[in-house]
């Protein structure tokens, strides 16, 4: 079982509650949303357990066949004494071994939490981008026309939007892609700050964190679409 929690246009606290498990012939996992059920007032552990055991007892459901539990982390879900997962253990119609676990998803988002030494390269990466995409139009029509004409393999860079921690991948990844080709256009700019930003790029120890991102988000959201 996954819960989740989300609201509607009414500003309702919604319990969701998505199931996996085996169908009659037991070979075949099946997946889909169980009950949405809404929670009035606050959200605590203790706020979620009554609606939840009243659904299953009106719809006649074995408690003890419930194997696992994959939540966001919340404290109302996993709070050692309050917790929802806590609750359904001590519950004596329920598994009391009920495995928890947190969802995949959530964790890569977590995991996109980076340390200070990447979080500083990604931020000049993000300067750089910033600084032949948008600081001006005209530059941004210089790049274009010179990435066209030496091919390279995009024509142009991609900016980031931090609401969307996905989007880093793909401006990694163009970024990347023509970094050689970025770099003969700084070296060919007039305007002092691209003298410091190709200083930067040729560092190699820059590089390969460049590259490392690169790589690891692409594998997250490869991951995240999947799923």
């Known amino acids: 079982m996954q819960t989740d929690e989300s609201c509607d246009v009414t500003d309702t606290a919604q319990l969701i509650i998505f199931v996996r498990y085996l169908d009659k012939t037991g070979e075949t996992f099946v997946e889909e949303i169980l009950a949405l059920l809404s929670l009035l007032g606050r959200t605590r552990g203790e706020d979620m357990i009554k609606p939840v055991m009243d659904y299953f007892e009106k719809d ?32 004596e119609r329920c598994n009391e071994n009920l495995i928890s676990y947190h969802c995949i998803i959530h964790q890569t988002v977590l995991y996109c939490k980076l340390n200070h030494n990447f979080e500083r390269i990604m931020q000049e ?11 001006s139009s ?31 991948g793909c401006v990694l990844e163009r970024f990347f892609s023509i970094l050689e080709h970025l770099k003969t256009y700084l070296f060919n700019s007039d305007q002092t700050s691209a003298n410091a930003y190709l200083s930067f790029l ?26």
């Open 138 to 168: 005209l530059q941004h029509r210089e790049l274009k026309s010179f990435l066209e004409e030496v091919e390279a393999q995009y024509d142009d860079l991609l900016l980031h939007n931090n609401v969307r921690w996905l989007s880093k």
């Open 202 to 227: 040729n560092e190699k120890e820059n590089v390969a964190v460049i590259a490392f991102l690169t790589d690891t988000f692409k594998h997250i959201n490869d991951l995240n679409l999947k799923l």
């Open 125 to 135: 990466v993000m300067k750089i981008v910033n600084f032949l995409r948008a600081k």
């Open 60 to 91: 006649e459901l074995d408690l003890k066949k419930l194997l696992s539990v994959t939540t966001d982390g919340a404290p109302a879900m996993v709070g050692s004494k309050k917790g929802l997962v806590h609750l359904l253990r001590s519950n």
